[in-house]
């Protein structure tokens, strides 16, 4: 079995101006801070509930 874990990588699509305070932090925390930044990221499950919050502002695949 491989334990292996996946990546993800994550582009952000979309500024945060005029975005709550919230998903800015969540921007931050996953290292974007401009747009068509990307990082590619583990995908565990603190990383997914991430982007689940602010996958309006994102463009994410699987790596």
Request: net charge positive; hydrophobic share 40%; proline share 0%.
């Amino acid at each position: 079995m491989n334990n292996k874990i996946n990546n993800i990588k994550i582009t952000q699509i979309q500024s945060a101006i005029g975005r709550k305070y919230d998903q800015r932090l969540i921007l931050v925390g996953l290292g974007l801070n401009k747009i068509n930044k990307s990082v590619i990221l583990a995908n565990t499950n603190s990383i997914k509930g991430m982007v689940e919050k602010v996958k309006h502002l994102l463009k994410i695949e699987n790596m």
